[in-house]
């Protein structure tokens, strides 16, 4: 019964912006690691960005920083992406992924994802 749902991609301009939103739903947020992923046209996934569960500590890969921000709203049960200054590179399908804290087996979930196309 846990999901996740991905929303807010589309078609933008480079230099321009977008808000990615995760809406989680059954399963209680604060016993989750948050991240964001994405994968490119014949790239593997990377990860993206990471926020903690417990006194939120916040990861971002190198070529993001700067540039994207994440945060949860556990009460909305719902993990935000926001993205400006997009560029051509940043063009992927961006994927929510929660893994539980709260067992030694850390059992994940994974969205369908969003896609997100940055072209002039």
């Known amino acids: 019964q846990v999901q996740l749902v991905e929303s807010g991609g589309g078609l933008v301009q480079p230099g321009g912006s977008l808000k990615l939103s995760c809406a989680a739903s059954?399963?209680?947020?604060?016993?989750?690691?948050m991240s964001w992923y994405r994968q490119a046209p014949g790239k593997e996934r990377e990860l993206v960005a990471s926020?903690?569960?417990?006194?939120?500590?916040?990861d971002y890969a190198d070529f993001v920083k700067g540039r994207f921000t994440i945060w949860r709203d556990d009460v909305d049960s719902r993990v935000y992406l926001q993205m400006n200054r997009l560029e051509s590179k940043d063009t992927a399908v961006y994927y929510c992924?929660?893994?539980?804290?709260?067992?030694?087996?850390?059992?994940?979930?994974w969205g369908q994802g969003t896609r997100v196309t940055v072209s002039p």
């Open positions: 926020i903690s569960d417990y006194r939120p500590r916040t």
């Open positions: 992924r929660a893994r539980y804290t709260r067992a030694f087996s850390g059992a994940e979930y």
């Open positions: 059954g399963l209680t947020l604060t016993d989750y690691y």
